[in-house]
């Protein structure tokens, strides 16, 4: 019935008292709305677009019988003037709405349905563009306010910035594990089993619809430290005990019987603290909470099962 619940708010400031009073500004305004009001493409489509101009439309047709030919912004500034002067006498608090008390300001008000924050931006400035080159004659400033504004253009940002630390994150990594390991080969296969779990979580969120958000998009955050730790105590624990015996196979027996229990146990720590999400009455946090718990689970079993065979391969040529 609301035809939507995000709201964008645009503030058009004329410069000059009583500024709203212009036929040619107002029709601008008419011929805006009914043009934004039509926008419709595969990421969003305007529901709804209201400003002072349908009161000043509804006023006039009143004001001759109903007629729907008179529905329209009348030529005249004195007439214009006396409708709202009307409109003021009656419901002042419904024109105050729109304007502010010395006809400076005017406000359109445009409503949509939910659209996903990756489409904000893009939207906002086609917006601010649009009403630049078809109001920016009659206005001094234009300014799209509101909370979905804000908060879309907000959660946005911080999509692309989280994407953008994820990869600076991901190549920091990689090259202290390589230093870490002495090897540049076997630097590079220690990262499989640290992302496997971040691809498979990623791949899970396609499989059942459920959209990455503020909650779900930490759960990378935190697996890719997790991954890497769990990572690096086995390389470490089967290089150390590789230098012993020599022999990779006795190494990764070895290091699974002693680095593998004490990974095993704080993942099941972890795993179950994380897991007191899922009494949460918030089904963010619940899914925050499951996914976070799973994805641990997963980086336990990727380091028990691809990090021994990515050593088998690395060393294969000692074991001949």
Known sequence: RMSGNSVFEVLIDT?????????DFLQAIDKSIVDISSWDTDAFSISKAISITDIIKETNRALHDNEELYYSIPDDRELITQELFL???????DLLSFIDESYQLARITIILPWVDSIHYTPLLNKLQLYLEENLG???KTISITGISAVLGGTFSAM?????????????LITVMMILLV???????LSMIPSVTPIFMIMALLQIIGEPLDLFTMIIGSIAIGLTV?????FIHGFKREYLKTGSPEKAIRETLLSTGRAMLVTTVVLSCGFLVYSQADLKNLIGFGVLTALCISIALVATFLLAPSLMMVAYKDQTK
């Open 15 to 23: 410069g000059e008292n009583r500024g709203i009073i212009n036929p």
């Open 159 to 171: 999509i692309y910035s989280t994407a953008e630390s994820y990869a600076i994150a991901g190549v």
């Open 87 to 93: 409109v003021e006498l009656d419901k002042q608090e």
């Open 182 to 188: 002495g090897n540049l080969k076997l630097g590079l």
């Open 137 to 139: 004659g009659f206005s």
């Open 229 to 233: 730790d769990d990572n690096v105590h």
